[in-house]
């Protein structure tokens, strides 16, 4: 079953209900095993894996639109095919991302989080099915490494949220 790209927040929310994901009523690793099952749903009006047309990444990081508070984010980048002249030579798909962050009070065990800046997993476009269960496989190890992740990941944020927005 795919979705039409202008429903895929939505989608995602639905998929996040399923999992229990709720403001202020979950763990991050709730949330993961919902954007696992996300971002293996086939999105509708996109460029092709060959074109990098439907990606995923983690950040995290202490931002000004999350009220200076420590968050990550999981997102799921697509690239729009749907407008423009494709004969243009200088045509590009327009990038959105759909994204889930999570907002942690402030306290001693993000300090880090403040010196760091952040930081992210970068893209990765693996194909939909096995290359792709195998990629979030790898992230999610990448993330079981790091101390500061790792401790999101098993606490309870105070706020989260789900967006749609034109990327770039």
């Not at 992230?139 to 989260?160: E, H, Y």
């Amino acid at each position: 079953m795919s979705i039409p790209w202008r429903y895929s927040a939505a989608a995602f929310e639905r998929i996040l209900g399923r999992h229990g994901v709720a403001a202020g009523a979950c763990t991050l690793e709730a949330a993961w095993t919902a954007f696992e099952e996300f971002v293996q749903v086939p999105v509708e009006g996109i460029e092709g894996p060959e074109d990098d047309g439907d990606g995923f990444i983690v950040e995290w990081g202490v931002w000004d639109w999350t009220g200076n508070r420590p968050a990550p984010a999981l997102g799921r980048l697509l690239a729009i095919n749907e407008d423009g002249d494709r004969d243009d030579p200088y045509w590009q798909p327009q990038y959105w991302k759909v994204e889930f962050q999570a907002c942690f009070a402030e306290g001693p065990a993000w300090a880090d989080l403040h010196i760091s800046g952040g930081g992210d997993s970068g893209f990765d476009h693996a194909t939909i099915g096995g290359p792709r269960a195998e990629a979030l496989a790898e992230t999610r190890r990448f993330i079981g490494q790091d101390p500061l992740l790792s401790a999101m990941w098993r606490s309870a944020p105070i706020d989260t949220e789900v967006t749609f927005d034109r990327a770039g």
